[in-house]
């Protein structure tokens, strides 16, 4: 009779396991949509797609971005750029992939450090030390990224993508930046 009695504790906890869990809205019971949510292995991936993306740019990694709701932002990049502050530097997928495909970014980033992360977004920081002026010496430069990330057909995708970095990247890019006065002692 035990026997009987623990199966049947048994088959009702696997049952339930396998009901779909329900939440009250608006004091209706509805069905709860499955989250696919990010891990330590797929915000590392999601961080070297990107990687992969700016080191050298190749057609096939436009798999990895997502085609609905992608945007780049970037006020570093905006004033570089001469962008009014608060726009979207590249505001959809065929903007960003155009970009890399006629002029690739070739920027050798080396990841310092990955996280934090939580269900869709990672970031990271990063440097680099490169330069796109003849005979210049490349200065470090160093950022910060965060991605946001979404689950397609089973891959995770970058969806947005926003970074800041220091003022060395300007003169990196044949601009200048002069340094403020010091504050008076």
Not at 84 to 104: D, R
């Amino acid at each position: 009779m035990r026997f009987f009695e623990t199966l049947a504790v048994f088959a009702l906890a696997g049952s339930a396991a396998a009901t779909p869990a329900t939440v009250m809205r608006n004091g209706v019971q509805v069905r709860a949509e499955k989250k696919e949510c990010l891990c330590q292995a797929d915000a590392e991936l999601v961080v070297d797609h990107y990687k992969k993306i700016l080191n050298l740019w190749k057609p096939e990694y436009a798999a990895w971005l997502a085609d609905d709701g992608f945007y780049d932002h970037s006020e570093s990049i905006n004033f570089i750029a001469g962008v009014p502050y608060g726009l979207n530097i590249f505001p959809n997928k065929t903007a960003f992939v155009g970009y890399e495909t006629y002029t690739p970014d070739l920027i050798p980033l080396v990841i310092d450090r990955i996280g934090p992360y939580n269900c869709n977004e990672v970031a990271f920081i990063w440097s680099a030390k490169f330069t796109k002026v003849p005979g210049a010496t490349p200065l470090p430069v160093r950022g910060i990224t965060i991605l946001g990330a979404v689950k397609k057909a089973g891959n995770w995708l970058i969806k947005t993508i926003d970074v800041e970095f220091s003022p060395q990247y300007i003169i990196n890019l044949g601009g200048t930046a002069t340094k403020p006065t010091p504050p008076p002692s």
